[in-house]
């Protein structure tokens, strides 16, 4: 039997998406209401029917080989040389090439640098869930109050609960990574890729964080700062104090604990942490010791510090305040938008041409779902 040519590269094309298809794919489910797994931990079904998978720590978007490289593949297309990439990485470097040079990252490989951002996000390991958005907005269900149940006689009619449910809508938002490299550097190091996709993730991940603890919610997600009912908040005072007990930190536990949640994780700026961290006994000077439920959060490892919690606010006279904040993140949802935009330039921008370097700049869109508001608590006022 004879073949032209092009019906010979096809058959090859075939051949080896089925060849890679076990070492690069997104764990999704597929079709109407049906997996490719046995689903786990949290999902969403839509109108239609179809379930989305929400991936919580330690469950990974990207199942492929640990040496593909995002990074690698940027590096290659700004200098123009593809050696060292391996087969996969070429075949990726060629699809969703953009009019303007860039590069519209394919389906499986965006999940590499989201998980790169998951794990640089203190909310992602204190439990909050990541889910692949299909589309720009989804609909999903938050709950406001829980139902009760009663026992009642022969004949007794059943109290009506006053269970509560609304919907929350989620509208993926952009948010962006602009980095400047030298052209020099990316063409010597070879490792100069790995070293842009961490920078990468880790920026993403960071504006994560910020975003589910303070966003605003203007032209950004709402963060849980904005959404703790005021009943679940700690003041340290009119002007604000430094801690000197572990009693607020337990006081948040029992606020969440009073609305049938339990706690996960205490997040807060690195200054709080360290503060805690050396509480001594006033008589002893001897480490204080932590009542038992803020103990059992310290041996999980999960009290965690970040800087996208601030030390600027305002608390009355005091203007170097800050929070610290407890919940059970798993409450907390990350929609994103399946595609990972990529963009790069050797001309544009100031200087840019003229000292040989170029342009880099990432795209991802997602929004955050906030499940049950009163699961989460906070301290305001903690100053030096």
């Not at 994780?265 to 932590?290: C, G």
């Amino acid at each position: 039997m004879e073949i032209d040519e092009k019906e010979l590269a096809e058959l090859v094309n075939k051949k080896l998406d089925v060849a890679l298809a076990p070492y690069l794919k997104i764990k999704r489910p597929r079709g109407e209401g049906e997996s490719d797994e046995k689903p786990t931990g949290l999902s969403f079904q839509d109108k239609e029917g179809k379930i989305h998978k929400a991936f919580g720590p330690g469950e990974k978007l990207f199942t492929g080989g640990e040496s593909f490289s995002v990074g690698k593949i940027i590096r290659s297309k700004i200098v123009g040389n593809y050696e060292g990439l391996n087969e996969y990485e070429i075949r990726a470097a060629g699809e969703g090439v953009g009019s303007l040079g860039g590069w519209l990252v394919p389906e499986t490989v965006s999940a590499k640098i989201i998980d790169l951002a998951r794990n640089f996000a203190r909310v992602m390991q204190a439990g909050a869930y990541t889910m692949p958005m299909t589309s720009p907005e989804m609909r999903i269900v938050k709950v406001e109050s829980d139902p009760t149940a009663y026992f009642k006689g022969e004949h007794q009619a059943i109290t009506e609960s006053d269970w509560k449910i609304e919907p929350l809508n989620l509208k993926a938002m952009k948010c962006g990574v602009l980095v400047r490299a030298s052209i020099e550097i990316l063409e010597d190091a070879k490792n100069a890729g790995s070293a842009l996709e961490m920078a990468m993730g880790a920026a993403i991940g960071l504006a994560m964080d910020r975003v589910a603890l303070v966003g605003d919610g203007v032209n950004e997600p709402l963060g849980i700062d904005h959404a703790i009912p005021a009943g679940n908040i700690i003041s340290m005072g009119a002007n604000g104090a430094a801690p000197t007990a572990y009693s607020q930190l337990s006081q948040l536990l029992e606020y969440i604990a009073l609305q049938n949640g339990e706690a996960t994780a205490y997040i807060m700026n690195p200054r709080s942490y360290f503060q805690y961290d050396r509480l001594l006994a006033a008589t002893t000077n001897n480490r204080l010791e932590k009542p038992l439920s803020v103990q059992k959060i310290f041996d999980a490892g999960k009290m965690f510090h970040t800087n996208q919690v601030v030390i600027t606010d305002t608390q009355g006279t005091s203007t170097d305040a800050s929070k610290a904040f407890a919940g059970d993140f798993k409450q907390l949802v990350f929609g994103i938008l399946k595609g990972l935009r990529f963009e790069f330039t050797r001309t544009g921008g100031t200087g840019t041409f003229a000292q040989y370097e170029a342009l880099i700049r990432a795209i991802v869109r997602f929004d955050i779902g906030i499940l049950r508001s009163n699961h989460f608590s906070k301290i305001e006022g903690l100053i030096p």
